[in-house]
C-alpha cells in the first residue's frame, strides 16, 4: 500500500512538472503571437490607412456672403486652369458608373423661396458652353448661373464644387420602385403567441412562442422547432381572410425584401431583392430616398390588401412623394417580380377608382415613366393550381399535407391561377387538368378540366376534398366578383410610357397533370412538362411534339404566359429583333458562337393618336429560371444598362422642351457589353490570364482565395504626353467629350478623373442621336 501511494505521488508530480513546462513554453511564445496578430492587423488595414493619408481634405465651403462666393468660386476655377494634369490613383476603377453622381432635385430647379429658376446650361468638360436642351451623356453637367445668390449658396453647401463662377452638378438617377413576387416579403408578429415548449437540448433554453416584433416569414429556427405552432401563427381564416394564430403584418423598406431569414447560413439561403439592390445602389448612388420598396402580404387576395393595410392608397402616396421630392425625372422606374406584376396591375385598375376616368391616364404619365416586369405570369401558371391542391414546400421542413392545408387558407392562390384568353397562343398541353376521384378508378378515363373551366374544377373535386370548397369561395369572392380587377382574361398593355417585359426561357416547365384523392390533398399520379418543342409524361417519355423551333417556359410559368406581353410589339414588320450572347462582348465578339446561351430582344414604338409614343421591349433570356431571373447575371447587366441608358437620356426641364431630332433611342445600345465592374472579371484558365484584358487584369490583394477574385478591373492610365489632337471613335458612348469604355482609345488615354476613370478625348456623332423616325 505504501509503495503504491508512493508511485501515485511520483506520478503526480511528474505531471505538474509537466504542466509547468508547458506554461512556461506557452509564455516565450505568447509576445510572439501578438506581433504576427499586429503584422497581419497592420496589413489588412493598410490600404484603408493609405487611401485616408492620401484623400484630398473636404472642399472649401463657399463664403455666405454673395461676395464672398463668387470670389471663392473664382480663385477655385484659376487654381483648376492653372493645374498641372491629374495624377490617377492606381487603386482607382476603370470604366465603371460610379460618375453618375446623386443631386437632390430641389436645388436645381428653384431656389429657397420657390420664386426663382436659375438659368441652366450645360457645360463640356473643355469648357464649352451649350443649351441645357442639346442631347447629352450620364455625364451631362448641369451649370447652375450664379448670379442668383440663393441658388449659389445652396448648391455650394451641397457640392462644394465650382468651375467659373459655375456650381456644377450632374442629373441623378430616376427613381426605383421595387414590387416583390410570392413569398418576398418578411412577415412579421403583431401579437403573442405561446406554443409548447420545446427543449433544444438538455439543460438548455426554450422555444416559448412568438411576441411582438418576432420575424414569422421566415424565421427558420422556429419553423424547425416549432411547427406546428408556427404552421397556426401563419395561417388565415379560409372564408374571410381574417388572422388565424398571430396577428401577422408586413415589413416595410428595403430590408423587409433583401433576405426573408438573414444570418450567416440562412441568409444566402433566402436572399431575394438583396443582390438587386447592391447592383444598382452603388454604381448609381441610389439611396432610400430614390430606391424604395413596396412589400406586400402575399396571403392576402388583392381586395384585401387594400381593406385591411390600405397597401395601395399608400402605394399611391409613396409615389407621389418621392415623384414630388425629384421632379426632374419626370417619374419613376418600376421594378416587379413574379406576383408582384399582378399586384401592380391591380394597382394601375384601382387608381381608375381612385383619381377617376378623366385622370387616370394624367396621373399615371405624370408619375410612372419605366415599367419593367420580370418573369411575369401574365395568363397564370398551372403550378400554382398543383400547389393549393397537392402541395409546394419548396424544400421547408413541411410535409406537403401540412402545406396544403395552410396554402388552402391563403386568398392569393387564385391570383396566380391559369387564366383562358383567345388571343393568346394556345397552351401547348390540353387537357391541363386530368382528375380522378380515387387512385382505385383506373378503369375509367379521368375527368379533363382546362383553365377556362376552373370553376366546375373545384366544384367536382369538391365531392371528395373539403377544402376546394374554400378555394371555390375565395375564387369567386375575391376575384370574379371584384368590380376593381376581376381576372377575366389576358392584360392590355399597362399605359405607361416604357414597358419591359424580362423573363427565362427553354427550361423544362410543368404544364400539365393527373391528380388522384388520397386523403387529405391530390396526389400526382402522372406529370406533364414542355421542354422546347416537345411535351413529356414524369417518365420522359414524349406525348406531344409541337412546330420546330417552340420555346418552353422559365421552369415554373409556361411560355404561352410568359410570352403574353409579346402581343403589345404590335405589326411584326415594326419590331426590332437583336440577339445578343449572355456573356461580355464587344464590337468584334458580338455574334453568338453554337449552342451559347443568348438574349433575345424584341423592341417596338407604336404611336397612339394623342397619346404620344408607346416603347415596349421583351427580353427572352436562355436558362434564366423563374426564382432567379432577377439576379441572374444577364438579367442584371441588361438592368444596369437600361437605367444608364435612362440617365443619359434624360430630359431635363427648364422651360423648353428637347428637339425632336435630338431624341435616343428609347432603349440601350445593344453594341458591346464589356466588364464594368470588378466582378464581371474572371480568370481565364485556358489562356492563364485574365480574361479580358483590354479592361481586366491580375491584381491580388489580401483576402483573395481563389484567381477569379484577382482579377480586377485596370486603372486609368495616365496620359501625360498624349497628342492633343488625339480621338477617340466611340460613337454615342462619347459624353463630354469623354469616352465610357477604352474601346478605340489606345492613342487618346487621357483620363476623365481618378475618381470615375473614363477616357477621352472624343467627339460626339451627331447621326447617333437621331431619333427612330429621322433615320427612317
Known sequence: KTQCQSKARQKDNKAKQQTLTSM????????????????VCALAIAPTLQSVVDAEPPAKVMASTPTESHDAADESSSQSLRSPPLQLDTHAHAPDYHDLLSTPSSAISSSDDGSHRPELSTTTASGASAQSGTAGGAAEVLSIDSKDPAASAKMSAGFGKTLGGRVQTRIPPRPVLLIPGQASSQLFSWSSKTCDMFRLFQGGSTVTGFSPGDRVWLDTAKLVAVRSCWLDCIRLDPRNQTDGGCRVRPGMGISAIGQLDPGIITGPLSTVWDRVVKAISAPFDYDPTTLFAAPFDFRLPPCKLEERDHYFSQLKLDIETIVSRHPAQRGIFVVAHSLGNVVFRYFLQWLKRDVGENHHQEWIDKHIHTYMAAGAAWLGAPEAVR???SGENFGMPVSLDEIRTLATTFGSAPWSFTLHEERALPWSFSPMFRIRHSPADLL???TPFDPHNLTEMFDFLNAVDPHSSDVLHQLQRFYLEDPVGPIDGGWDRPPVHRVICAYGVNLKTEIGYT???NSPRWHVADKFHEHHEFITDALGNIVKENAPGTKSGDGTIPYSSLSWCRQWLGPEEGIRV???????????SVEPREGENVITFLEADVVEPGRGTKHTAVWEIDAAHHREVIYSPPFLRELREELYH???????RDGRARKPTEALSPFAQKRTRVPTS??????DYGRVQCAWPTYC??????GDFHLDQSCRLKPPSDAVGVPSDARCTCGSECVEGFCRYRTNCEHALQPFGPENGWWGPCEVDESEHLSFTDKL
Do not use: G, I
Not at 24 to 36: A, D, E, G
Not at 578 to 588: G, K, M, V
Not at 646 to 652: K, L, N, S, W
Open 578 to 588: 437583336t440577339r445578343l450572347p449572355q456573356r461580355h462582348f464587344d464590337e468584334q
Open 646 to 652: 435612362d440617365v443619359r437620356t434624360h430630359e431635363f
Open 444 to 446: 375509367n378515363s379521368p
Open 697 to 702: 487584369q491580375y491584381n491580388y490583394k489580401f
Open 515 to 517: 391528380l388522384e384523392w
Open 387 to 389: 400547389a393549393v391542391l
Open 678 to 683: 470588378d466582378d464581371d472579371c474572371w480568370w
Open 24 to 39: 512556461k513554453r506557452v509564455s516565450r511564445l505568447w509576445p510572439l503571437c501578438v506581433l504576427v496578430t499586429v503584422a
